[in-house]
């Protein structure tokens, strides 16, 4: 009766899910999983029977849920034919009891377009800038910056006429031309934010839902990534503690290494970036970007961070002004030495109530 009630229960439910053993082998899913992906064959496996429709592959999900024994969630793009790709988040919840592991619960979840950010919060975007750096650095940055919005844009008005002409459906071409005012408002945003780097502006700290800004991240450079056929992956703890911040800032950052790695993949024969979160404990959060490319010579690592230095074909300021947001959060942001294959960029920002501690003068 317990079951039946379950899975009663759990075909309530809009989000689909699915159950599976203690070896991985689906066990039930319910009709909104069913509805999205079709009924898996008994006994498979997710590897099995997301074969050529989600990437990454969920297993590695699984298997890191299983083998810690803590709940992850992860980010994966499925494509149906005659669908537009579509992105989902994913939640592997291990069902155990004591040091028994009976299996696990994996929930599906559709990510929500972000709703449009308020003007204030846009204009002051790189305000704090000018207590980090040189005037002359900073402008040179935001030229550095304003360079990424501008290229995707003229990516998208290349693509656009073909669309028209191939007579393709509104929709696909209502999500480009989106994508094109996304961008548009990003460039107008760091122009302004320049103009008023010599007037100063007030904080705007609030409390960040970290994993939000990293899938904002990945969707502004996603369109970038596929044009380079470079597969991001994403994996992060279901509970990540919020950080008090910046979300435009910490976004920057982000943004900034995401870009680097798809470059330094490029001419790669695997192409791939992962991205992972943790919390550390309840006092910091560790962010990693990790990409498959040639990595960083060892005479480079003292200098890599420092301006005019880094960043491909561009003018080498992204690292060194996303160190500087980086300190200015109260984070570390550096990059792991010897590494046997690519670049890692580890970023730990303060978890919000070390941050409260730190603004009200008590140690924590």
């Not at 693509?159 to 393709?168: C, F, I, T, W």
């Amino acid at each position: 009766m317990g079951d039946r009630r379950l899975y009663l229960l759990a075909d309530s439910l809009p989000l689909a899910v699915a159950y599976l053993d203690d070896a991985g082998h689906f066990r039930f899913t319910n009709r909104a999983f069913q509805r999205r992906f079709g009924a898996p064959a008994a006994n498979s496996r997710p590897s099995q029977f997301f074969a050529g429709l989600c990437s990454p592959d969920i297993e590695e999900f699984l298997d890191r849920a299983f083998a810690e024994g803590k709940s992850f969630t992860g980010l994966v793009y499925c494509s149906r034919a005659d669908e537009p790709t579509e992105r989902l988040r994913v939640q592997i919840v291990p069902d155990a009891e004591g040091d028994r592991l009976w299996g696990a619960f994996m929930i599906f979840g559709r990510i929500e377009d972000r709703a449009p950010v308020p003007a204030a919060t846009r204009d002051d975007r790189f305000v704090q800038m000018q207590r980090m750096a040189r005037l002359g650095e900073i402008a040179a940055g935001m030229a550095h910056e304003v360079r990424q919005p501008l290229s995707a844009i003229r990516n998208y008005a290349d693509v656009l006429p073909r669309m028209l002409e191939a007579g393709e459906p509104a929709s696909r071409i209502g999500t480009l031309v989106r994508a094109i005012q996304t961008q548009a408002t990003r460039a107008s945003n760091i122009i302004t934010q320049a103009r008023e780097l010599v007037g100063g502006g007030a904080d705007t700290f609030s409390e960040c839902d970290v994993l939000q800004v990293i899938y904002s991240s990945i969707e502004i450079t996603e369109r970038s990534a596929r044009a380079a056929d470079v597969e991001v992956r994403c994996a992060a703890q279901s509970a990540l503690p919020p950080c008090r911040g910046h979300a435009g800032q910490l976004e920057q950052i982000l943004v900034n290494l995401i870009g680097n790695a798809i470059e330094a993949v490029a001419n790669s024969d695997i192409r791939a970036i992962r991205i992972d979160a943790e919390a550390l404990d309840d006092r910091a959060i560790r962010i990693r970007v990790a990409d498959t490319g040639p990595g960083v010579p060892a005479d480079d690592l003292d200098v890599i961070f420092q301006a005019f230095r880094s960043g491909g074909d561009g003018m080498g300021m992204g690292l060194s002004v996303s160190r500087r947001l980086a300190e200015y959060h109260g984070g570390q942001l550096w990059i792991e030495p010897d590494r046997e294959r690519g670049a890692c960029f580890v970023l730990d920002l303060p978890a919000d109530a070390v941050v409260r501690d730190s603004e009200s003068g008590t140690a924590s």
